[in-house]
T-cell receptor
Framework: EPEVTQTPSHQVTQMGQEVILRCVPI?????FYWYRQILGQKVEFLVS????????KSEIFDDQFSVERPDGSNFTLKIRSTKLEDSAMYFC?????????????FGPGTRLLVL | GQQLNQSPQSMFIQEGEDVSMNCTSS?????WLWYKQDPGEGPVLLIA?????ELTSNGRLTAQFGITRKDSFLNISASIPSDVGIYFC??????????FGQGTRLTINP
């Protein structure tokens, strides 16, 4: 069964460093998402991406964040200068279409720890 | 902003018992979804609801989409140890982001 994959599974970084989280969405999907989950809290939407541009972003997704689909398979989230409060699980998701009946499939997540 | 209120926050039950949890919102959603999350994993979809009043089952799981489109419940019958985890409701408006509830942590005593 096709699945969303994410790398790395864990990342430890120093405050102020740049990190790039990588995702490989399901191959025929067109819509891509990043969510984050701070430890013990709910999953929060960060950004959605379609046709090589951002469709929607939350207030969390400030100028320190960017997303890119550098090739036909990868979807990346970059945090330019990490802060302590960026420590969280980051989940990538993908779906096949914009219809509300299209399920978003989640990857296993990247646990980011900023020291 | 849109918020989903999920209750209870945690449940401690005996194996074999039935479980019920629910989600309410001040906003209307087109779709309600129930996900389960195991430790260190991503959310896995359990049930999706698309029509107001819809009652859908998936094995021992049953979920309903409220008539007002502002609430949903999830029932698990005859709980087993692998049901342990965190259950999240999520609402979807239009075709974009999911708005998640705070989660219900289910613990089962054998």
């Amino acid at each position: 069964e096709p699945e969303v994959t994410q790398t790395p599974s864990h990342q430890v970084t120093q405050m102020g460093q740049e990190v790039i989280l990588r995702c490989v969405p399901i191959s025929n999907h067109l819509y891509f998402y990043w969510y984050r989950q701070i430890l013990g809290q709910k999953v929060e939407f960060l950004v959605s991406f379609y046709n090589n541009e951002i469709s929607e972003k939350s207030e969390i997704f400030d100028d320190q964040f960017s997303v890119e689909r550098p090739d036909g398979s990868n979807f990346t989230l970059k945090i330019r200068s990490t802060k302590l409060e960026d420590s969280a699980m980051y989940f990538c998701a993908s779906s096949g279409s914009r219809t509300y009946q299209e399920t978003q499939y989640f990857g296993p997540g990247t646990r980011l720890l900023v020291l | 902003g849109q918020q989903l209120n999920q209750s209870p926050q945690s449940m401690f039950i005996q194996e074999g018992e039935d479980v019920s949890m629910n989600c309410t919102s001040s906003s209307i959603f087109n779709t309600w979804l129930w996900y389960k999350q195991d430790p260190g994993e991503g959310p896995v979809l359990l049930i999706a609801l698309y029509k107001a009043g819809e009652l859908t089952s998936n094995g021992r799981l049953t979920a309903q989409f409220g008539i007002t489109r502002k609430d949903s419940f999830l029932n698990i019958s005859a709980s087993i140890p692998s049901d342990v985890g965190i259950y999240f409701c999520a609402g979807q408006k239009g075709a974009q982001k999911l708005v998640f509830g705070q989660g219900t942590r289910l613990t089962i005593n054998p």
